[in-house]
């Protein structure tokens, strides 16, 4: 889960308190592995492929996931970043998140695009970004990588790669990190 997010849960502000590790740095290490090894099977190769983050928990899986390509492939991957706040159905309905930067390395026009984000949880994020992405191009392709998909789905959406499946309760909060994934609650910060 991303700081900034961390900061606007549960209603002003909490904290994460973990229960259990579902996930070490190592697995999340074999899971991005295994994720571009897919990546790379499907489209056969990296050529004409884009890698977007989606703010903010997406992003440093991105920049790893982009690595282990590049590491693979040999070649450069195109990568950037993408922030939907202003896409989202539930704009006044949930505390706004403060925009964080979107950067997209190209047009999408024709490209491959793998959207890639820490935790699929409802799918609302995965749809309002397809719609952001429709203003910067019309890609061939657009797939999904996650690292953990927890189910929960509200909308149609289901993901291309998937680091893990963990079946969650509505209240349980996933934290994916370089250290590996956890799960476990916000609990309210009482203020002084």
């Not at 489209?43 to 991105?62: E, R, S």
């Not at 693979?72 to 706004?96: H, N, W």
């Not at 609302?124 to 927890?150: H, P």
């Amino acid at each position: 889960m991303a700081e900034r997010e961390r900061m606007l849960r549960p209603p002003h502000g909490g904290k994460f308190v973990p229960r259990s590790e579902v996930m070490s740095a190592e697995d999340t290490k074999r899971a991005i592995t295994r994720i571009a090894h897919e990546i790379l099977e499907r489209n056969k190769g990296a050529d004409n492929l884009v890698i977007l983050g989606l703010q903010t928990g997406g992003v440093d899986l991105t920049h790893r996931l982009a690595q282990t390509l590049e590491e693979l492939e040999q070649t450069p991957i195109q990568v950037g970043t993408l922030d939907v706040a202003f896409y989202r159905d539930d704009i006044g309905l949930r505390p706004m998140i403060p925009q964080a930067e979107t950067y997209i390395p190209c047009n999408l026009d024709n490209k491959i695009v793998v959207l890639v984000d820490d935790v699929l949880f409802t799918g609302r994020t995965v749809r309002a970004a397809l719609n952001a992405i429709s203003d910067w191009g019309r890609a061939s392709c657009i797939q999904l990588a996650v690292m953990i998909d927890r189910g929960h789905r509200e909308v149609p959406i289901r993901p291309d790669y998937v680091g893990k499946n963990i079946p969650t309760r509505r209240d349980e909060v996933i934290d994916v990190t370089e250290e590996g994934v956890m799960i476990g609650e916000m609990v309210k910060i009482k203020r002084q």
